[in-house]
Nanobody, 115 residues
């Protein structure tokens, strides 16, 4: 069983920065893959940034060079540093983990970027 709790969302102006955190219950060493997805109103959920179990990272083209995913194994935390935010980044951001072939999701945190 894996539980994920996001924090760090909020309202920011265009060009600003936010850092999201995901606290993971249990050891993240046991998790096959984890990272961040987002869902904007009227759109499908999409991958933002993700770690594979081997440690490689994958970013959506729309966030490359602006967002950075990191993990703190000692604190069982995964973070998403978001810089140079744009209005099109506005969405609910979800932490995701794949463990024993089961997808786990957090409840999400709202990120709103004003123009």
């Amino acid at each position: 069983q894996v539980q994920l709790v996001e924090s760090g969302g909020g309202l920011v102006q265009t060009g600003g920065s936010l850092r999201l955190s995901c606290a993971v219950s249990g050891s993240i060493f046991s998790i096959n893959a984890m990272g961040w997805y987002r869902q904007a109103p009227g759109k499908e959920r999409e991958l933002v940034a993700h770690f594979s179990r081997g440690g490689s990272t994958n970013y959506a083209d729309s966030v490359k060079g602006r967002f950075s995913i990191s993990r703190d194994n000692a604190k069982n935390t995964v973070r998403l540093q978001m810089n140079s935010l744009k209005p099109e980044d506005t969405a609910v951001y979800y932490c995701h983990a794949l463990y024993s072939s089961i997808n786990y999701w957090g409840r999400g945190t709202q990120v709103t970027v004003s123009s």
